[in-house]
Nanobody
Framework: QVQLVESGGGLVQAGGSLRLSCAVS????????MGWFRQAPGKEREFVAT????????DYADSVKGRFTISRDNAKNTVYLQMNSLKPEDTAVYYC?????????????????WGQGTQVTVSS
């Protein structure tokens, strides 16, 4: 069973940066795809970024392209989300997720293990 624990959220001014971490444990996570999703108050959970643990291929939501970078550290069993040039509309709870999928990798339904979430608040 894969387990995920996020950290790194907080309060930052617009234009600032944060790095989220997702510590991954479990026997078979090496074949998983990892994703970051976010949910703002009153809105549905939405895709942010995803990475193949094995191959390192990535994909991003249009709203974060050029500002966010997803990466993984195999030695530390950790996935990161580096967030730069943050905007107030990036304010949300950010969730790390894992899914054994190679299709529809931006779809929340393809991910079956979720972390507890970490709050990111961007002030204007």
């Amino acid at each position: 069973q894969v387990q995920l624990v996020e950290s790194g959220g907080g309060l930052v001014q617009a234009g600032g940066s944060l790095r989220l971490s997702c510590a991954v444990s479990g026997r078979t996570f090496s074949r998983y795809r990892m994703g970051w999703f976010r949910q703002a108050p009153g809105k549905e959970r939405e895709f942010v970024a995803t990475i193949s643990w094995r191959f390192g291929s990535t994909d991003y939501a249009d709203s974060v392209k050029g500002r966010f970078t997803i990466s993984r550290d195999n030695a530390k069993n950790t996935v990161y989300l580096q967030m730069n040039s943050l905007k107030p509309e990036d304010t949300a709870v950010y969730y790390c997720a894992a899914g054994n999928t190679i299709v529809e990798v931006t779809n929340t339904d393809r991910y079956d293990v979720w972390g507890q979430g970490t709050q990111v608040t961007v002030s204007s």
